[in-house]
Each structure stands twice: as C-alpha cells, then as structure tokens.
C-alpha cells in the first residue's frame, strides 16, 4: 500500500519515498485512531498527512517516550537538535532526519506556512519546562502550538470549498478537541510524567490538587471532586468540538469521510471515558474495536458516495493547493464556562 500511496502523490525519489515511508510506519504504529481515518483520505494525499504526523509524533516522543532517566537537559538537547534539521529542510529540502525530510517536502508541495511548524516546536519545549497551567487562557496559548496548528497544517491537503481563512478557525479548533480529548484520557500517564494539563482553576473549583491526584492515582480509588472536575472538563472539550463542526462541510467532499471520522472516534473516547465512571487515574479508556470498526465502515460508505458524486459532476480529483495565507485567530473556540461558551 505504501508504494500505491507514494506512486499516486507522484513521489519518485528513493530518499523521499524512504522517509514517507518512515512516517507512515509511525503513523500506525501510534496514531492507531488518526491512522484509520487517513486510510480514508485519496491515497495520492495520504503521504503528505502521514509526513505532518511523523513529525508532530516524532518530536513528541522526544518530550515524552526517550528513557525515564534521560535527564530534561538531553531531552532539550535533542528538541534543538530537531529544530536546526527543521529549519535546514524548510529553507533547503534537505535534512539528515526522515520526518524532517518528509515534512519538507510536504510543506514545499502544499504550501504550509513554516510559521505552524516554529509554534509547534515552542510548545514542544514549553513541555520540558512546564508541569501545570493555572488558567484555561496559559492552556490555550500552549495548545496553539500544540494542537491548533496542526489542524492549520492539514488544510492545505485536505482542500476546502471556502477560503482557506474561513475554514481555519475550525480546523484549529478540532486540533484543540482533539487534544483535549487525549488530556482527560491521559491524565493518569501525564501525572506520572509529573505534569498537569487540567487547568489549576477547573480543578481548584471542585476541591481538586495535585496531591489528591497523586493520591488517588497511588491508591487507585476515587474521589468524587475528582469525578467533578473530569465531567466539567468533558463537557467543556464536547463544546469545542461543538465550535469545530461546521468546518466539516467546509473541507473538500473527498476529504469529509476521513475528518469526520476522526471527529467521530475521538468523540467516541470521551463517552468511553464517561461509561467507565471518570476512573481515567486507574485505567485508559479506549473505544471499543465494534465500534471503531462500525464508524469505519460509515466512512468507507460516505467516501464512496462522495467518489461517485465527484464522477458524476466531472470535477477536478485534486484542485491544486490555496497559496498560504495569514492563519486565522481562534480567539473565542476555547474560554472557560465562567466566561463564554463556545459557539
């Protein structure tokens, strides 16, 4: 299938097609959810999705998944050792690093802003210095880069049928739904690596510490302030979602399915979450494999409608990338309740 992909996106290069394939071996073998869904997408556009995942998951494993004992100051080592074949390949098309050399390339064909790249990185050495966010505001600035860009990354290959800067402000958000989601999921692992990403201020309302986390994390018995503030914080992330859903239809027909699935199973891992009682300190909460597999088959039917209405008016399969322009603010697709919800 990899050959099929890189031959379809009209990747010839030996090194190139190495280092694609490098990021579609990452790409399954960690992004189990996200995988499924680009196996949705036109195979010519899969490479350049697969390269932008490579990448994020790449970095992140330098945040999180080198040794326990690698000190911060190898970790941090290593983030500028990214970051200098980063700036290499975008400004040269050449790198020593395969993601690097992927995402390049990707970013070349579709015209990516760098600017997306340089914020995730920011907020990628934000992780090795910060362990808690005390507002939802201190969370948002660092989900930018983390989150909301890669969603501004995915536009150009997805295509729009709107301007690019209409669609943006939804495409950033479901990257901050996404990552939220993977917040509450997590919250056990991330304390564990001594960091916080509920915000000090959602939690302090319900009673909640680090030290009570720890401990119900330590004992594996729950707490009911705990359970609190987790069922606040998901309904606050199926809000976000909620600002990040007329973006679907924005996205070109053939790249509808892939999203919306996506959409859908990450969605589907905060009911998980809510059908095993919050206990997200004790044990990961996953979705199903009937249900993952039922909202894949809906979107190999809505991809096939979609294919078939695409023959049927003759239109261009592949409509050349948008030039890239200014990304747009999301200010307003994620403030607390106290203060304004999402819309």
Known sequence: MTARELDAAGITDPVLRAAYAHCRRLNARHGKTYFLATRLLPVERRPAVHALYGFARWADDIVDD????TAPAERSLALRRLQAQL????????????VVTALADTARRYAIDPLHFGDFMTSMRQDLEVTEYATYGDLERYMHGSAAVIGLQMLPVLGTVVPRAEAAPHAAALGVAFQLTNFLRDVGEDLDRGRIYLPQELLAAHGVDRALLRWSRT????DPRITEALKEAAA???GVYATAAPGLAMLDPVARPCIRTAFVLYGAILDAIADGGYA???RRAAVSRRRRAAVACDGLARLTAARLRHRLTDSPALPPPAPPEEPASHDGTYTPHTRKEPV
Do not use: K, N, Q, Y
């Open 66 to 69: 080198l040794e326990i004992t």
């Open 87 to 98: 700036d290499r390949g975008l400004r040269t098309g050449e790198s020593g690093e395969p």
């Open 219 to 222: 004992t594996g018995r729950g």
């Open 236 to 238: 606050f992330t199926r």
């Open 280 to 282: 997200v300190l004790h």
